[in-house]
């Protein structure tokens, strides 16, 4: 496999589709788009600063992947790790009967980008809308892996966030039940390494908590650690060593890990005696050291139009998409506008989808759009999960003239849970109920008798409207959609965010990738660019269910 891999372009097609498939669930996951912003921050254009993306992905070709394997899986400078019921001259035998005809030099390398200097703490904001928690990290980059300080710092951060009897833990959430979870880590890495703290919780105390963790590291930075704390975590990080040596493939590793970051042939024998001999001066010393208050990079992924100005006040706020573009903090509050549709872009028509979940069929959907005299009438029935958990039948009625809407209807149910809605819009005002399945498990209802501004579409024709947009790249809309199950008129953000070929069952299109927010999930649409548009995939963002055309 190392030596005459051929790399076959149908694996290489499945590698890519999987590896796509799970950048788009991770790009929805905000712990994972916070990762992904803080390795940017701290590391600039070095390589671990860089994060894959559907455009790298789908850049690399199959000669890309052989000329890669060919120029540097090569033996000189590689590490053969054997670990187990094995001696020296039988592990030097088979490796020399699989590998002793094998020659060859990988080409050097320059050496990478450097990491940029970092001249104060500041906080880069990434405006996640609708989100009901914000995630945080924060951190600097620290010192080379055979640094000595590595133990005293290794003693600190464990004190700090190590784990549920460490300060941020304890404090964040078993005091302030802010959190179900908060920690600190140190990462030694071949070249420069890091350490960070994290922190997930409710929207509303998100400034409260940052300010309690940089609290948390100042106190670390200037007092020394009690006694109590300082042989916990010591014999914490002690007795927990052996843990991770138990297995030949735990065993390869360490040794695999200890030999690539040059620590030396006495590292596992030492380690231990190394961390038990820091004491709590030195603590406080690799803890000065190691967190730099005055030049930490701090990450907070949220709804930004409720944190931003909080977050002013504790340190200069730079605000971004997921995507990592700036924004304009003018940007946080959309005014939306009714928008001339492209009338020939709705036309009679049957589509059928599929919804996938994890890669998995797990439901349907049919979606059908009549002419019925002056109005225009969409109607969507969809099922989801064994059983199935979700049945859902929705009727829209809007006009044909100037796509107002005229009615909602929908029936169904979430597990046990019954849903029902009914509205009438008619003279600038929307009328009726909505009877909404919970978390909770009791249905919440909502009456409603309210103005909606002019040209709002309601929110179960949004995939039939958003089709009729007069769409082009690097466009963006402000739509008013009326939410039903809240009862309230809220703005979508439609942003074009580029044309690219999507493959469903139904076959392979050009499409334009629509990023809808504002609405209860943040998703991503595919419509085709071919007149009259259709749409071709819907994807709730963070969420593995997945709706695709197939006729």
């Known amino acids: 496999m190392t030596r005459r891999a051929t790399f076959p ?16 669930v991770e790009m929805g996951q905000p712990e994972n788009v916070a990762a992904r912003v803080f390795a940017k921050e701290m590391y600039g254009r070095h390589p671990y600063g860089r994060s894959a993306t559907p455009a790298s992905y789908k850049a690399i070709t199959h000669d890309d992947v052989v000329g890669f394997a060919g120029r540097r899986l090569r033996p000189a400078g590689a590490l053969l790790v054997v670990a187990g019921d094995m001696t020296l001259a039988r592990a030097r035998a088979l490796a020399l009967q699989a590998f002793g005809t094998w020659r060859g030099t990988p080409p050097a390398t320059p050496p990478p980008p450097a990491v940029p200097v970092k001249r104060g703490t500041d906080i880069v904001l990434v405006h996640r809308p609708g989100s009901v928690q914000s995630n945080i990290v924060m951190g600097n980059t620290t010192f080379l892996p055979t640094d000595t300080g590595y133990y005293a710092a290794r003693i600190a951060t464990q004190v700090l966030g190590g784990g549920a009897d460490a300060r941020l833990f304890l404090i964040l959430r078993e005091q302030k039940s802010w959190t179900y979870g908060s920690y600190a880590s140190m990462n030694r890495n071949r070249g420069i390494g890091h350490w960070e703290a994290t922190f997930e919780g409710r929207t509303a105390v998100t400034d409260s908590a940052l300010q309690e963790m940089l609290h948390q590291v100042e106190r670390i930075r200037t007092e020394l650690i009690p006694s109590t704390e300082l042989v916990a975590a010591k014999g ?66 949220g709804d930004a139009k409720e944190i931003y100005d909080k977050l002013k006040a504790i340190a200069p706020v730079r605000l971004v998409d997921v995507d990592g573009n700036a924004m304009n903090p003018a940007d946080l509050n959309p005014v939306g506008a009714p928008v001339a549709f492209d009338r020939n872009q709705i036309v009679a028509r049957r589509d059928s989808f599929e919804a996938v979940y994890q890669g998995n069929p797990f439901g349907a959907q049919v979606t059908n759009v009549q002419m ?63 009877v909404v399945p919970q978390g909770t498990g009791t249905p919440k209802t909502v009456a409603v008798d309210t103005t909606v501004p002019a040209g709002a579409v309601d929110d179960n024709a949004l995939s039939l409207m958003v ?22 008129t809220k703005v979508a953000t439609v942003k074009v965010a580029g044309v690219e070929n999507v493959t469903v069952p139904a076959g392979t299109f050009s499409a334009y990738r629509l990023e809808i927010a504002g609405m209860q999930l943040p998703i991503v649409m595919h419509v085709s660019t071919e007149s009259p548009r259709r749409l071709l995939r819907v994807a709730p963002v963070g969420a593995p269910l997945v709706f695709q055309l197939v006729k």
């Open 467 to 488: 089709a009729a947009l007069p769409l082009a790249e690097g466009k963006s809309f402000s739509l008013n959609v009326f939410s039903s199950g809240d009862g309230v």
């Open 236 to 301: 914490f990080l002690v007795g927990s060593f052996p843990l991770t040596i138990e297995t030949p493939r735990q065993i390869a590793r360490v040794v695999t890990t200890a030999r690539l970051l040059g620590l030396g042939p006495d590292y596992l024998r030492t380690y231990r005696q190394r961390l038990d001999g820091v004491s709590a001066l030195r603590a406080r010393a690799a803890a000065r050291r190691t967190y730099r208050r005055d030049a930490l990079t701090i990450v907070v992924v």
């Open 9 to 24: 372009a149908e694996e290489l097609e499945l590698a890519r589709t999987r590896y796509l498939s799970a950048l788009e």
């Open 372 to 434: 019925a005299g002056d109005s225009i009438v969409f109607t969507e029935a969809t099922t989801i999960g064994p059983g199935p958990a979700v049945e859902q039948n929705t009727t829209v009625v809007l006009s044909a003239a100037d796509f107002a809407m005229r009615r909602a209807d929908q029936t169904g149910r979430v597990q046990t849970q019954q849903s029902k809605i009914h509205l009438e819009y008619a003279g600038g005002r929307v009328k009726g109920s909505a």
